[in-house]
């Protein structure tokens, strides 16, 4: 009984200051009394990256802890050992802490292994985050150009990078921002029967998702509209080498968009086409709350 005293101890301390520490921040929450200065519904836009800006914020949220976790779970697996290690025989003792050792070695190996693929995760939404700014500022000049631009338009388990509604017609821009190899040049970006050519294997998936969510944009726009509204869908690769193509999807270098965009020849939007897709879309992408 007496061994498992200081484990019992060490339990009740934890359970009595998770649950303080719970109980102390609920009650000062509530016992606030200031609010903030606009009206708690009271929603934003989306901005460029929205959804890459919230994944990277629960990742860091979430880092210390993981850190922990991970630095603290080879102990767990060694004090766990030892605890199953009182109860065997004297001979095997020697067995046992030759596989507390292994077992030891294995999690710190698991616990690096997982960290380490959590810090990556958070350095490729870092970039694919600046990769959507970049794109939303080159977007910009639309706006005086009488054209309407959404980022980060919200579908069913997706996110359009960029929305234009322009009078040349409604686009849909997806951005893939990736890294570039340090040494050589890299690998220009085009299309060969029907089919995106890239360095990268999944490559070719981008050029289907982007043609996806643009006919799945142009059915949503419709449902207002009353008509069959084809959405032109655009993919960019910013600051790698692309030649320009214009078929279901265009692949497009990233400042060439702009001037692509306003010199679509082809069927107009009216204005009231313009007001009727811009209200949907803004009902779509309000949905930023403090």
Not at 73 to 85: K, R
Not at 112 to 135: C, D, M, N, P, T
């Amino acid at each position: 009984m007496n061994g498992w005293l200081p484990n019992l101890v060490l339990g009740t301390y934890l359970l009595i200051f998770v649950g303080t520490f719970l109980g102390y921040s609920i009650w000062r929450i509530k016992r606030k009394k200031r609010r903030p200065p606009f009206s708690e519904n009271h929603k934003l836009l989306r901005g460029p990256g929205e959804g890459q800006l919230r994944e990277i914020q629960k990742l860091e949220e979430n880092l210390f802890f993981e850190f922990a976790l991970a630095a603290f779970a080879p102990l767990m697996t060694v004090w766990i050992c030892l605890q199953i290690a009182v109860w065997l025989r004297e001979e095997q003792i020697r067995l046992a802490l030759v596989a507390t050792a292994l077992l030891f070695a294995v999690s710190v190996a698991g616990a690096v292994a997982w960290l380490f693929k959590r810090l990556i995760s958070l350095r490729h939404r870092r970039l694919g985050y600046f990769g959507e700014r970049l794109v939303a500022e080159i977007l910009e000049p639309l706006k005086s150009k009488g054209c309407w631009v959404f980022h980060d338009v919200p579908g069913p388990g997706f996110n359009i990078d960029h929305v234009v509604i322009a009078p040349t017609g409604v686009f849909a821009i997806e951005t893939k921002t990736r890294r570039k190899p340090k040494n050589g040049a890299a690998d220009p970006i085009y299309v060969a029967s029907g089919r995106l050519v890239t360095r990268w294997q999944d490559g070719h998936k981008h050029y289907a998702q982007a043609e996806r969510q643009a006919r799945w944009l142009g059915e949503e726009l419709s449902g207002k509209a009353g008509n069959r509204l084809p959405v032109q869908g655009v993919l960019t690769f910013p600051y790698w080498y692309t030649n320009s193509h214009k078929g279901t999807v265009w692949v497009l270098y990233h400042t060439f968009i702009v001037k692509d965009i306003l010199e679509r020849q082809g069927e107009r939007l009216n204005d009231a086409q313009i007001d009727t897709f811009a209200r949907k879309l803004e009902s779509l992408c309000r949905d930023v709350e403090f």
